[in-house]
């Protein structure tokens, strides 16, 4: 076995997405409150998270939702600036983990092809992967959208492995949700490492063939298995 290829999920693996989205929320209620939002504004966050969970993170209705409740009807103006505070609030917070650049870089000068699967919708996976300016070196994107399932279904990591070409003993995998990127690639067979500088950093033993506490170290693993098949 010999890795020829790096798999990563993109939210709270790539980019410190919790930390953003909580940014762009806490911007969002802000200006919905300029705009006459009745309500205090922990209560207003705590509502707009509350819909995320019992929907989804990437829901695009919840500042609607909201509104409605405190109004009993959208109100236009409040909800355009909620969405320009939730746009600003996101692109000023959207941040890779430490090494994430200079790790990918890496991988590719040791002559390896690099992918991501994400949950995220198409839109927002490339938006975020735009401003991380991470896009060019990408050899594929799997999202939402290319299967319609999320993991961990075994569809999206099966099409990234057939979009370039490998078999799954040759791909490492690397994700932060132990239900979702450890258990659906490890289906498939892919070689896993856990994210733990992730969203679980006090997750319990995933069943991950590698725990690693910073991304830099994907670098070792590949290293050690590679050196290990060329001996």
Known sequence: MTIKAVLFDVDNTLVDFMRMKQIAVETAVDYMMSAGLPGLKEELYNEIFAYYRS??????????????????????????????GYQRGRDMSTYAYPKVEITIKEIIRMGLQVGVVSDAPSEQ???????LHLIPWLDVVVTYDDTHEYKPSEKPFRLALDRLGIGPDETLYVGDWPQKDIVGSKKVGLVTVFAR???HKNAPDTGADYDLDSVEKVLGVIRKINT???E
Request: aromatic share 4%; with cysteine; hydrophobic share 40%.
């Open 55 to 84: 929907n989804h993170i990437e829901s695009q209705k919840a500042l609607e939702v909201v509104i409605e409740k405190r109004l009993g009807s959208v109100d236009r103006k409040i909800l355009a600036m909620g969405i320009i």
């Open 125 to 131: 996976c490339y938006n975020r992967l735009a401003r």
């Open 197 to 199: 500088w992730g969203e």
């Open 228 to 230: 290990r098949e060329n």
